[in-house]
């Protein structure tokens, strides 16, 4: 592509799960040629100063945000800083952002001399600025951090609720959508059972517009879906949310062509607009050593040190992401495992369920007695609070699986490392991706989904030991692995003789974008 300094406007939702990919999006781009704008409050951008290389064609702009005005703590400007009783209270303050994102438009504008930016690439969260973009005649996208097939049956799911008997719960009867009822008492056999799920819900069923995906259970929704309904203010919120996408131009999807084609078919049926695998897109070396804003609280180098002095494919790597966590009883049940099992580990931790997730870990209180003494006795685990150089860690020889809550960005990682997971889901569109993993792509195993059950300790070393030994199943999960990680490198390769998927996607993405500015729109 020819090398252009016209600007592309990014606008991420504010979570580390969103500002961080976003942020690798603003990197993909900048190689481009283009520069980019990007938008967010004032803490999130500070944080994000230190992630900028000397000479980026990167800005960062503040949106005003005053969060005690919207019933949020001061200062409360990202999800990580909150319980999850007020994370809907940050996203319906979102809204308050269409003046000053109106303004911020009209005002780049000016500054350009009246030239428009090339497109506005906002957060899935974010479907109403397509309505102020195309005020000022710039195309608008929509980038999705997540993968396909894990967007799209929760896309799905948001608008239908087919888990309910009745359509939508909102009473009405809907004879479209294909139900397997299963009683109570047979419900119970189940592996997976959890009681507290169970009312008038269908155990079983599918997806009423994405059938292909196949069948799901009630055990595979996220806490928020399990509550959805007439009443229910997030049921609320998605169901005016998701269908503003088929206002926009496009649709970036944080994915790959040849791995998700079941989730890409999905969005490009549903909504009749472009979309375009993109990924993976994650953060440059640099950045992943600032964590864009977030401290490290182990450097990468003490991390590599110790997995230097471990066998090849000997560690198990353990995860729920920056904003995830499990109940107590699990956590001293997976050290009970991890103890009697005798596998090498690195186990990130964070506080328990009811218990404020970015305070102080407490090893005396959530660990069995006398566990972290053993596993530095015996140099086979390595515990650490808050957050890992993960990057580092997936892509070294000794890690044999990911035990991960299956957020996209760590499946992302694993997977451009070609290294196996174990999921255990627990939030949002995670026991979808979990489902895409093993069902799909079938590089992973599952351990447990969600935190209302009683797992033992014997199925969590069966679990851990899969990977660990030589079963001719767990050799073909590492080969599909490797080849799954060889699909994600080709498609962001970009060489004279080769030139990957995600590559041509963006081109063409920007060959669309240009067309609308330039007074043609693109009528793909």
């Not at 500054?111 to 608008?140: L, M, R, Y």
């Not at 509550?227 to 996408?245: D, F, I, Q, S, V």
């Not at 790959?256 to 993109?278: H, Q, S």
């Not at 515990?383 to 699986?401: F, M």
Request: charged fraction near 20%; glycine fraction near 6%.
């Amino acid at each position: 592509m020819e090398n252009r300094r016209e600007n592309v406007v990014l606008f991420p939702f504010m979570a580390q799960g969103h500002i961080i990919p976003f942020f690798a999006l603003a990197q993909k781009i900048e190689k481009h040629g283009y520069s980019i704008t990007y938008v967010n409050t004032p803490l999130n951008i500070k944080k994000l100063q230190r992630s900028l290389l000397p000479g980026s064609s990167i800005n960062l702009v503040e949106i005003p945000f005053n969060s005690t005005e919207h019933g949020l703590p001061p200062g409360a400007e990202n999800s990580d800083s909150l319980p999850h009783n007020l994370l809907f209270s940050l996203l319906q303050a979102t809204m308050s952002f269409k003046i000053p994102f109106k303004k911020l438009l009209f005002d780049i504008i000016q500054e350009q001399g009246g030239v428009k930016p090339v497109c506005v690439i906002v957060d899935f969260f974010f479907g109403w600025t397509a309505d102020i973009a195309h005020e000022f005649g710039i195309f608008h996208s929509i980038f999705s951090a997540n993968g396909g097939f894990g967007m799209a049956c929760f896309y799905s799911m948001w608008l239908n609720l087919p888990h309910k008997n009745i359509d939508g719960g909102f009473g009405k009867e809907d004879s479209t959508v294909l139900y397997s009822i299963i009683e109570e008492e047979k419900l119970k056999s189940h592996s997976l059972y959890c009681p507290d799920v169970f009312s008038r819900e269908c155990a079983e069923f599918l997806l009423p517009d994405f059938p292909e995906a196949g069948k799901h259970h009630v055990t595979q929704l996220s806490p928020s879906l399990k509550m959805a309904g007439k009443n229910n203010p997030l049921t609320e919120y998605h169901r005016k949310n998701l269908p503003t996408w088929a206002n926009s131009d496009a649709i970036l999807l944080n994915t790959v062509e040849e791995l998700d084609k079941l989730g890409l078919m999905y969005f490009r049926r549903k909504l009749g607009i472009p979309v375009y695998a993109i990924g993976p897109a994650l953060l440059s070396e640099n950045v992943r050593s600032s964590r864009a804003g977030k401290e490290a609280t182990i450097s990468p180098d003490k991390c590599i040190e110790w997995l230097d002095k471990k066998e090849v494919k000997s560690v198990l790597y353990i995860c729920f992401g920056s904003m995830n966590t499990i109940s107590a009883s699990h956590m001293m049940q997976l050290a009970k495992s991890l103890d009697a099992s005798g596998i090498n580990f690195i186990w990130v931790v964070r506080p328990p369920i009811g218990f404020d997730i970015n305070a102080k870990f407490v090893a005396d209180k959530w660990l069995p007695d006398g566990f972290l003494g053993r596993i530095q006795d015996q140099e086979r685990g390595l515990i650490i609070d808050t957050w890992a150089p993960q990057v580092e860690i997936l892509s070294h020889k000794s890690v044999a699986a990911f035990l991960s809550h299956c957020g996209w960005n760590s499946v992302l990682e694993s997977l451009t490392s070609g290294v196996p997971l174990i999921s255990w889901p627990v939030g949002a569109e995670q026991f979808h991706n979990a489902k895409f993993l093993v069902e799909e792509v079938g590089v992973c195993v599952e351990m447990a989904r969600g935190t209302s059950f009683e797992v033992s300790q014997e199925d969590i070393i069966e679990k851990i030991e899969f990977f660990m030994g030589g079963s001719e199943k767990s050799k073909e999960i590492k080969r599909k692995s490797c080849e799954v990680e060889e699909i994600m490198k080709n498609a962001i390769r970009d060489i004279e003789i080769y030139r990957g998927s995600s590559v041509k996607a963006m081109e063409e993405f920007f060959r669309a974008a240009l067309l609308m500015k330039d007074g043609t729109k693109n009528t793909n």
